[in-house]
Nanobody
Framework: QVQLQESGPGLVKPSQTLSLTCTVS?????????WSWIRQPPGKGLEWMGG???????YYSPSLKSRTSISRDTSNNQFSLQLNSVTPEDTAVYYC????????????WGQGIQVTVSS
């Protein structure tokens, strides 16, 4: 069973860049799995942000594409999220997750990390 753990700052100032890392207990370079970032603002539903395909391509939610960058570090089994020009509306619990690519299901999730955007 794979384990995922988000890490990064819990507080970011408006207009700055939010940077998070997801550390995976196994290899992230498999042909079976992709990797994704999802967030949940307070009182709202889950919002898919983007991810990485099994062959390393990135893809993003259209609503966040202009501000989002996702990358992977295969040597450390990590993938990362950068969200630029944050506002208080980006305050949320951020999750990383593994995607079983053939079924398009989110199989395993990290526990989530609270990020607050505030001055």
């Amino acid at each position: 069973q794979v384990q995922l753990q988000e890490s990064g700052p819990g507080l970011v100032k408006p207009s700055q860049t939010l940077s998070l890392t997801c550390t995976v207990s196994g290899s992230i370079t498999t042909s079976y799995y992709g990797w994704s970032w999802i967030r949940q603002p307070p009182g709202k539903g889950l919002e898919w942000m983007g991810g990485i395909t099994p062959d390393g391509r990135t893809y993003y939610s259209p609503s966040l594409k202009s501000r989002t960058s996702i990358s992977r570090d295969t040597s450390n089994n990590q993938f990362s999220l950068q969200l630029n020009s944050v506002t208080p509306e980006d305050t949320a619990v951020y999750y990383c997750a593994q995607i079983l690519w053939a079924a398009a299901t989110l199989d395993y999730w990290g526990q989530g990390i609270q990020v607050t955007v505030s001055s």
